[in-house]
């Protein structure tokens, strides 16, 4: 590996699928870049964690699940238990750069997203998990008025190419194994946007 051209970058997130909703167009165009990706909920899903095993390879990058509470009825988590997990699952060590949800989540509305972009701010902030930098995710949906869509104004914002997109889109509808008329499906965006913070006093402006 190029380490001239390599990064070390966890990902942190809330369900399998929205590391490659969010982010995995990110992830396939930088193959030299040392991923890890936290995934937060549905480890004992014997449907949806097998199937983010082989997301795993073929993004290129390691992981692991965890189990939080995932139930339809979506009650708050713990903040103390939630932030415990994270670093019970994250490997302790320096990152380059840690990407995750953003508090305000990326559509209308879910718990789990916006509760893991305040627990992810907070650990950097107290310095907890060590990065260089962090991005959250930069999506917006009018309010339910429309499928998620990259807010082209946020300070990282590019467009996949054709090919990184279909294997971004295959991944959903192959692996995840969404229909093509499903809001995963429909939603799969062409560009991926991100806010951007290099020092913890930026982010927390989130909370």
Known sequence: MNKKNSKAVAVIVAHPDDETLWAGGTILSHPTWQWFIV??????????????????????????MGDLDDGPEQKPLDEN???HVILQLLPSMHFDL??????NGEYTRHIRHEET?????????TGKISANELWTFAYEDGDKKYY???IETAPVCHKLTEQIWLKKYSIITEIYGFEKNSFEAETTPRAESFWQFTNSYDAQKWL
Do not use: Y
């Open 39 to 64: 995934c937060l909920c549905r480890g004992s899903d014997n449907d949806r964690a097998p199937k983010f095993l082989k997301t795993l390879q073929v993004l290129g990058s390691e992981g692991i």
């Open 81 to 83: 238990e939630l932030e």
């Open 98 to 103: 840690i990407i995750s949800h953003n508090p």
């Open 117 to 125: 972009g305040k627990a992810v701010i907070n650990l950097w902030r």
């Open 148 to 150: 998620p869509r990259p």
